[in-house]
């Protein structure tokens, strides 16, 4: 697109890309719904783990919030493919962490528990690439932007990859239990304290 288009066409083209953002979006919350639902139809079907059905809430509300702060993008002044596809792949990214968490079926496990440890390494691994991708979203915000968030915000990320990094090496439950019950609050926290008011 021409550096010298008119900055309202720069609106129009971000609500075309926001179209799809919002689909992919929506398929996610869809996604993680339907299978809360299911749950909740048939709780005898196979046996819950709080440590899966936190992620579960962090995915939900991760989803949210990322609606919610690509809405910045609606001042980017220069949209090209490479741009589009960068936040729409991290869009998708976000969909298919919602499909490790809940997968269409778990027939070949005895349970959610046996599940979430068996798909530990995908779910951490792309839960690490998410924030490592989070970093360039947030510089195509533009560098005051991205002062905006103090260096809470490098530390945040840097925090989520690590921690994924070593759910990825090691099964154990109380680690396990720590990082999905912090993860969820902080993030939550940072939504408050960050994204209360869009600006």
């Known amino acids: 697109m021409p550096q010298s288009a008119d900055p309202a066409s720069y609106a129009s083209l971000y609500i075309h890309v926001r179209i799809l953002l919002g689909m992919i979006v929506g398929l996610g919350l869809t996604h993680l719904l339907r299978h809360v639902a299911r749950i909740v139809e048939r709780p005898g079907s196979r046996k819950v783990y709080w440590v899966h059905l936190v992620w579960a809430g962090f995915m939900f509300v991760y989803l949210l919030h990322f ?66 991708v989070d970093f360039g979203d947030t510089l195509i915000k533009g560098e005051a932007y991205f002062r905006h968030l103090s260096v809470e915000y490098p530390l945040r990320n840097a925090g989520y990859i690590l921690a994924s990094l070593v759910a990825i090496a090691t099964r154990s439950p109380r680690y396990h239990g720590a990082f999905a019950v912090v993860a969820l609050l902080y993030e939550l926290s940072w939504i408050w304290r960050r994204y209360e008011i869009l600006a």
């Open 67 to 132: 609606w919610w702060w690509e809405f910045r993008l609606s001042h980017q002044s220069h949209w090209d493919f490479n741009l589009y596809l960068f936040v729409t792949l991290y869009a998708l990214l976000l969909y298919l962490l919602c499909a490790l968490v809940f997968p269409e079926t778990v027939d070949q496990y005895e349970d959610y528990r046996s599940y979430f440890y068996s798909r530990r390494h995908w779910f951490f691994g792309i839960l690490a690439v998410m924030f490592a």
